[in-house]
């Protein structure tokens, strides 16, 4: 059975690239790398610690701070540990620039469901215009599924990379979000009591 599914990911990874191997061109590559960049440490490290600082200091709501801290320290944690555990090798001929450590899952992709998935949950539950709440979603949404393809089209991670670094993120943000709901609900209970 690991057998068959592992066949079936490599036929599926070697297919979207035999897909997009005739857009690559300069100004798609330009673009992608653009697109890849929100999604890249370099610019969520200090995205996190803006909106962890927003909402502790200018919101005051201390809750949706320890949220965004709790899910984007977690999510490289956990990236990290997966990565670790299934030393994927990245692919061959990466068309920008070769990216560094292992291939599964993909941390962009991950990273993007995380924050953006998050950003989704907190900013758009506030919204009450629901054509706005609807565009920001949609947007966001487009932004994580983009994200993801630009790692493909790098050729930075394969296809199933970022199809699992998908998956995980939201199991991530999922859980990570229900677990701190509770604490949240079982603190405001005993503040009442």
Not at 104 to 126: D, E, K, N, R, W
């Amino acid at each position: 059975m690991v057998k068959e599914i592992k066949w079936i990911l490599t036929a599926l990874d070697h297919f979207i690239f035999d897909h997009v191997h005739p857009f690559i061109s300069g100004m798609n590559t330009n673009i992608m790398v653009f697109i890849s960049f929100f999604a890249s440490h370099t610019f969520l490290l200090p995205a996190n610690i803006l909106l962890a600082v927003y909402f502790l200091f200018i919101k005051k709501n201390n809750w949706i701070a320890i949220k965004v801290i709790l899910v984007s320290l977690g999510s490289v944690l956990l990236l990290y540990l997966l990565k670790f555990y299934f030393r994927r090798i990245r692919p061959a001929h990466p068309v920008h620039e070769a990216a560094s450590g292992y291939s599964f899952p993909s941390g962009h992709s991950m990273s993007a469901v995380t924050f953006y998935g998050l950003i989704i949950c907190l900013f758009v539950s506030q919204i009450k215009d629901k054509r706005i709440k609807w565009l920001c979603t949609i947007f966001l949404s487009m932004l994580i599924l983009a994200i993801g393809f630009s790692r493909i089209y790098l050729r930075v991670h394969y296809a199933s990379d970022v199809l699992g670094g998908f998956a995980i993120g939201y199991i991530w943000l999922t859980v990570s979000l229900r677990i701190i709901n509770w604490f949240e609900k079982r603190s405001l209970y005993d503040e009442t009591r």
